[in-house]
C-alpha cells in the first residue's frame, strides 16, 4: 500500500498518519469526508510511481473541499 492518509495536528502542526490505502480515489474519498467531520486538515500521498519526476503526487483536503 503505497497511499498514505494523513491528519495534521493543530497543536504541533506535525502530520500523523490515520490509514493506508491501495485506491487513491478511495484515499481521497476518506480524506475529504474526514475533514468535513472534524474540521481537520488531511493529506493523501501517492507514492505509487516514485520513478515520476512529480512523486509523490499530494492533495491536501480542509472542511471537506481540496484544499488550493
Not at 491528519?7 to 485506491?23: L, N, P, Y
Amino acid at each position: 500500500m503505497l497511499i498514505d492518509l494523513e491528519r495534521k495536528c493543530t497543536a504541533t502542526q506535525a502530520w500523523d498518519m490515520v490509514a493506508k490505502f491501495q485506491s487513491a480515489t478511495d484515499a481521497g474519498h476518506a480524506a475529504r469526508a474526514l475533514s468535513a467531520l472534524d474540521g481537520s486538515t488531511y493529506r493523501v500521498i501517492d507514492k505509487r510511481w516514485p520513478e515520476d519526476p512529480a512523486s509523490p503526487h499530494v492533495s491536501i483536503f480542509t472542511n471537506g473541499e481540496v484544499a488550493a
